[in-house]
Nanobody
Framework: QVQLQESGPGLVKPSQTLSLTCTVS??????????WSWIRQPPGKGLEWMGA???????YYSPSLKSRTSISRDTSKNQFTLQLSSVTPEDTAVYYC??????????????WGQGTQVTVSS
């Protein structure tokens, strides 16, 4: 059974770049037909899909975040990473990584990490 685990700093200062890593076990990130996504949930709001990297290595981004978001992977470590630049307090959220068979998975779809809280504050 695949398992995902997010890691990274819990506090980031405004204007800096947020970097998170998702470590995957129990399955390869190059296995065909899966999308590996980053999704966040700001306090009191719903889930927001940020982007994904496919098993092929192709990347997909939410139009609203595309200019600030970069997703990459390290196949030797079976990890994929999120970088979000020029953060503001509005980027404060619980960040999740997930595997699913489509982009923008619902919470009930696929496999998700437990989530990691990131706060943007000076």
């Amino acid at each position: 059974q695949v398992q995902l685990q997010e890691s990274g700093p819990g506090l980031v200062k405004p204007s800096q770049t947020l970097s998170l890593t998702c470590t995957v076990s129990g399955g390869s990130i190059t296995t065909n037909y899966y999308f590996w996504s980053w999704i966040r949930q700001p306090p009191g709001k719903g889930l927001e899909w940020m982007g994904a990297i496919a098993s092929s290595g192709s990347t997909y981004y939410s139009p609203s975040l595309k200019s600030r978001t970069s997703i990459s992977r390290d196949t030797s470590k079976n990890q994929f990473t999120l970088q979000l630049s020029s953060v503001t307090p509005e980027d404060t959220a619980v960040y999740y990584c997930a595997r699913a068979e489509r982009l923008r998975p619902a919470r009930s779809e696929g496999s998700w990490g437990q989530g990691t809280q990131v706060t943007v504050s000076s």
